[in-house]
């Protein structure tokens, strides 16, 4: 009696548990807090995308390479999660590539730019607008001394006619004359640039002998386009080349919403992105603001001025705000990555792979229907084969089905297609311990027992063969987890989960049905 309480207690707990974590897998209205519970999909199952990366270690020692590539997964790790997909995978493949997995991810641009993105935050003072006069024509100067070593030069005329055929810019490039400052008009609170000539500066700005030609200690940066599907004006800047404060001097970065009701119309019922800096970075700010009131600082993220307010007094408290037309997804991609910091190493996109949900659909069918043969196919081979005995190994292999899926939902594992050819092994071996207990009771019953004395017999002398089988198995699909990855992980967890539901199943699950309903004292023959 005190050993079938104990086991009729577990069996209850194990059926209450399956049925409690496989109720969310159906459409069942369940409350919010038992709903949440889902079997989540892998990306081969539920589509999404998968990125190969390649971490440019070229500069680096071997051992800085190695804890750059790591520092690089920790990173993007971080922004993958805070960018809301469901147990992404990242994975480190040989020495310098990096193996992204994001299951269910929509935005697919996004997502690999907020991957790759190098995030350089800086804040510079820019140059009151007599200086940046002075800096334009400094430029011009240079830039007409050196015009015939300029590699694109030729072609520029080509591109600002393509782009406003009746301006007379092409000349004046070719002459040599105000290269740079033909570009350049005054704007409201410094200079702009025409949107038909935004094109001609990028490439002027990108080009490493224009660089060379600006003054030394001066940077010149084009303002971020406030909204990249509109035709307007850019500003352009004229930053100091020190670095006030950094992207290391920030301590928290959040998505914040500014009321209807501020005298501010950067951020009057806009997103925008609050910054708090750290406590010495709370004091460089306080000394910039103070040492340049009247001034204007610029907020700079990878060489583009997102937002250059005017400094009226001194701040105290380190805080900052990075304003422009962000949309609410954009303002919480910058929020991402200024909170997890900048990339140890560059990184380039090697490949992109798009996997449509019709793919997982149709693998989910296929495994569906796999997973159906492997299990009739057994079921009925138990029937037929052990007859009443096998009908009820069939009852627990049906309940180890269920437990699997059941515990994959409970610890929040993502089913992946080898997930479910796990699961189809793990049919198979399932009955493999009642296999081993049947052969032994007919054994006995040949030997001329009581089916009950063949019954406990059966399960005595079966017992340690289930467990040390079962176990060696366990330990392969523990070594396959440890050292495994993506897919093998996958299999392994459901192996692993498979082995402990059958083992329990078959020694417990299936044994107290016997003793129950089926070995009465009086029973002179047992079906087998």
């Not at 699909?477 to 059958?502: D, K």
Request: hydrophobic share 45%; with cysteine; proline share 3%.
């Amino acid at each position: 009696m005190k050993k079938f309480s104990w086991r009729g207690l577990s069996i209850i707990i194990f059926v209450c548990v399956t049925a409690f974590f496989l109720a969310p897998l159906t459409n069942l209205n369940l409350p919010g807090w038992w709903a949440k519970h889902k079997l989540k999909l892998g990306l081969d199952l539920q589509g999404g995308m998968q990125i190969l990366l390649e971490v440019d270690t070229s500069d680096l020692s071997a051992k800085d390479a190695s804890s750059a590539v790591d520092q690089n997964i920790t990173i993007i790790r971080d922004r993958i999660d805070q960018f809301g997909v469901a147990e992404p995978s990242i994975q480190k493949l040989g020495e310098n590539r990096i193996m992204v997995q994001l299951p269910g991810a929509s935005d697919y641009q996004a997502a690999e730019n907020l991957i790759k993105q190098t995030a350089m935050l800086e804040f510079k003072v820019v140059a009151q607008p007599d200086e940046a006069k002075r800096i334009f024509d400094i430029i011009d100067t240079n830039v007409a001394a050196i015009i015939d070593h300029f590699p694109d030069l030729a072609d520029l005329k080509e591109m600002d006619k393509a782009i406003a055929p009746d301006d007379s810019l092409g000349s004046d490039i070719m002459a040599g004359k105000g290269v740079f400052s033909s570009f350049i008009r005054p704007g409201q609170l410094g200079y702009e640039v025409q949107y038909s000539d935004v094109a001609l500066i990028q490439k002027l700005l990108a080009d490493s002998l224009f660089q060379q030609a600006v003054p030394l200690g001066w940077q010149i940066a084009l303002e971020r386009a406030e909204d990249s599907a509109s035709r307007e004006d850019r500003s352009i800047h004229v930053l100091s080349a020190a670095v006030e404060l950094s992207g290391a001097d920030i301590e928290k970065a959040k998505i914040e919403y500014g009321s209807s009701t501020s005298s501010d119309p950067r951020i009057a019922n806009k997103p925008y992105v609050s910054i708090q800096m750290k406590r010495e970075g709370g004091r460089k700010f306080e000394r910039v603001t103070q040492d340049n009131i009247g001034k204007r600082l610029a907020i700079v993220l990878d060489d583009v001025v997102y937002s250059a307010p005017n400094i009226q007094e001194r701040i105290a408290g380190g805080r900052a705000q990075i304003t422009g037309r962000f949309t609410t997804q954009e303002a919480n991609e910058l929020a991402i990555v200024l909170n997890t910091g900048n990339l140890n190493a560059p990184i380039e996109p090697i490949s992109t792979s798009i996997i449509g949900a019709t793919l997982g659909v149709d693998s989910i069918k296929s495994g569906t229907i796999a997973g159906l043969i492997g299990l009739l196919t057994v079921i009925f081979f138990m029937v037929i084969y052990y007859k009443m005995a096998g009908l009820v190994a069939d009852i627990a292999l049906i309940f180890n089905v269920g437990f699997i899926l059941a515990m994959l939902t409970a610890f929040g594992a993502t089913l992946t297609l080898p997930g479910i050819a796990g699961i189809i092994l793990t049919i198979g071996m399932a009955v493999d311990a009642n296999v081993l207990v049947f052969e032994r009771i007919r054994e006995e019953l040949d030997a001329g027992k009581t089916p009950r004395s063949a019954h406990e017999a059966g399960y005595d002398r079966a017992t340690i063969t289930v467990w040390d089988s079962n176990l060696t198995t366990l330990v392969a699909a523990i070594v396959l987890y440890q050292f495994g990855t993506g897919p093998v992980r996958g299999f392994a967890v459901t192996l692993a989960i498979g082995i402990v539901g059958s083992m329990f199943t078959a020694l417990v699950f299936v044994r107290s049905i016997f003793d129950t309903f089926i070995l009465s004292p009086n029973r002179k023959t047992l079906s087998f």
